[in-house]
């Protein structure tokens, strides 16, 4: 029902399915093991594929024990891993696989999957080349332009990747805020009046912070690693290995080669010296991907440190507690000890009260003292 109102507001293409009208009961037992996905091109166009593990494999060329990091039945922390033609994402519920030209998205009509979706599909597509309205002057336009050009110069790849990362932090750090929403107020009215019920209400919040921050931690630690170490951010450029294992790629030199055959042999290898260099240099340039990188890292850290001062307030908010506990039990201690000093006097005038009796009636029995 929800794939037919999607598809009637646009955001999806109809449905592709393998299951046919007649199915046996061994097709049964297949469809158990599919798994709903939604592919989305460069221009946005979203289609749902039930696949299983197999046919993902063989659509993505993809190693089996990467797409099992994808499993949400599995327990994997966050992962950004770049492969040969893929780009592997684990982030909490964003379980995705981006290619060159594609985004293939797992569980697409989850609540937390579908605002993913709807901001992929409005950003893949890029900037028309004609959005500039009619009666735009001069320098408004050049912006524009400027703007245009940056968005075709950025990967498809990256743009995927970009909503991706921007969706977790979001996600984490509205989840921070709602906890710091009921937190701080819980632990203002446990300082005011200590309870066995608002005790109860801390404990359950300070556990709910704990998972929150090892959540946030695990996107942390991904983003720091991949920041430190230049290979890997390098193997997420996707589209310049399409481009430098593309036969096209070729194709100028072996042109320029054609048409000057007087050249020597010296300046040919020193050609080929100088672009086997620029190419080098080319690939090793990650600049571009860092900044995108650092920005959300930046953004996941800002999360971070919500958690970590949130910690330390009710870090503070416990010592406040234990200490005004240790000042009740030494008041009650000292009324203790008060009470077991008045419950002795009373017991030794009791015991001499009693003995001097004993003694008088002895004495009176012995006739030592007149009656």
Not at 351 to 361: D, E, H, K, P, Y
Request: glycine share 4%; hydrophobic share 40%; with cysteine.
């Amino acid at each position: 029902m929800l794939a037919l109102e999607m598809a009637r507001d646009g955001l999806l293409v109809p449905v592709e399915s393998t299951q046919t009208a007649a199915q046996s009961s061994a097709a049964k037992k297949k469809t158990a093991a599919l798994r709903s996905w939604i592919s989305l091109d460069q221009d946005g166009e979203g289609t749902v594929l039930d696949l299983d593990k197999y046919a993902i494999i063989r659509r993505v060329q993809i190693h089996a024990r990467d797409l099992r990091l994808l499993d949400p039945l599995l327990s994997y922390p966050s992962t950004i891993l770049g492969r040969e033609k893929v780009i592997v994402l684990n982030l909490e519920h964003i379980k995705a696989i981006i290619t060159a030209d594609e985004v293939l998205l797992r569980d697409p009509f989850d609540d937390n999957v579908l605002p993913i979706v709807e901001e992929l599909q409005r950003r893949l597509p890029l900037v028309s080349a004609n959005f500039q309205g009619q009666g735009e002057d001069e320098e408004t336009s050049g912006v524009q332009k400027d703007v245009e050009t940056d968005e075709l110069k950025f990967p498809f790849e990256f743009r995927a990747l970009e909503v991706a990362l921007e969706g977790i932090c979001s996600f984490l750090d509205a989840r921070t805020r709602q906890l710091e929403t009921d937190a701080y107020p819980a632990l203002d009215e446990l300082t005011s009046k200590i309870s066995s019920r608002n005790l109860d209400r801390v404990r359950k919040l300070k556990s709910a912070m704990t998972r929150l921050t090892n959540r946030v931690q695990k996107v942390r630690d991904e983003l720091e690693q991949l920041l430190d170490d230049d290979d890997d951010m390098a193997d997420l450029y996707l589209s310049r290995k399409l481009v430098g294992t593309s036969p096209l790629s070729d194709l100028g030199a072996q042109n320029w080669s054609l048409a000057s055959p007087t050249i020597t042999i010296g300046s040919r290898v020193s050609k080929t010296s100088r672009a086997s260099a620029a190419t080098t240099a080319e690939e090793n340039d990650v600049e571009e991907l860092e900044m995108l990188l650092e920005a959300y890292f930046m953004q996941i850290e800002s999360t971070l440190n919500k958690l970590t001062t949130l910690r330390e307030y009710i870090d503070d908010t416990e010592d406040y507690i234990n200490i005004q506990l240790d000042n009740h039990r030494n008041q009650l201690i000292q009324e203790d000890h008060g009470y077991v000093f008045k419950w002795v006097i009373i017991v030794t005038g009791v015991v001499c009260a009693s003995l001097f009796l004993f003694i008088i009636s002895y004495a009176r029995h012995k006739g030592l003292v007149g009656s």
